[in-house]
């Protein structure tokens, strides 16, 4: 696991083992899938939502953490690509009343976004635009919420990571 963090981040191995320690060989496929998601998908979403308020657009960021029935049964967590099926409601007979509520909500909120800019409404909790400063996102899980500073430490890192490696030329928030 060291050995492959280190060739992924090279001078930043050490940061981020800090962050993702594995304690034994039992933990790697949980500690590794962990690291996966917040660099390839906590962190650039993030990265994102930041460009976007940084030239005045509006961004939402979420993170879906529900775990659909299927993956609870293999023992897996909220996977990429997951809330697809909450967001266009496209379940299965194995999903339950509460996972019919949050596709239900979701794909409300999908729809507001598509229709008018803004996720807003229908007695949801406030998805709050994304600015870096609040560093807020909408939390659908077990149940709707807000949240702030997710994976923080590790994203700013990561960005700064990024920056480092970048050309000069190309800006960043």
């Known amino acids: 696991y060291a ?9 930043d191995a050490d940061a981020i083992l800090q962050r993702f320690p594995c304690p034994d060989d039992a933990s790697v496929k949980h500690v590794f899938a962990e690291l996966t998601t917040v660099t390839a998908f906590v962190a650039p979403a993030r990265f994102l939502a930041k460009s976007t ?3 005045q657009g509006k961004a939402f960021l979420y993170h879906f953490t529900h775990v659909p029935p299927g993956a609870r049964r293999l023992a897996l967590g909220a996977t ?4 697809i099926a909450y967001v266009f409601g496209n379940l299965r007979r194995l999903h ?3 996972d019919r509520r949050l596709s239900a909500a979701m794909s409300a909120a999908w729809v ?18 994304y600015t870096a400063t609040a560093d807020e ?11 702030s500073g997710l ?6 890192l990561l960005e700064r990571a990024w920056a480092a490696r970048q050309s000069p030329a190309l800006p960043t928030p």
């Open 137 to 147: 996102h909408l939390e659908f899980g077990d149940e709707i919420r807000v949240g």
């Open 53 to 55: 308020a940084a030239t």
């Open 3 to 11: 050995s492959v963090v280190r060739g992924m981040f090279g001078p």
């Open 112 to 129: 507001r976004f598509a229709k008018t800019g803004d996720p807003n409404g229908g007695g949801m909790p406030a998805w709050p635009v």
């Open 96 to 98: 339950g009343p509460a």
């Open 151 to 156: 994976h923080k430490a590790t994203c700013d």
């Open 80 to 83: 990429h690509g997951s809330e």
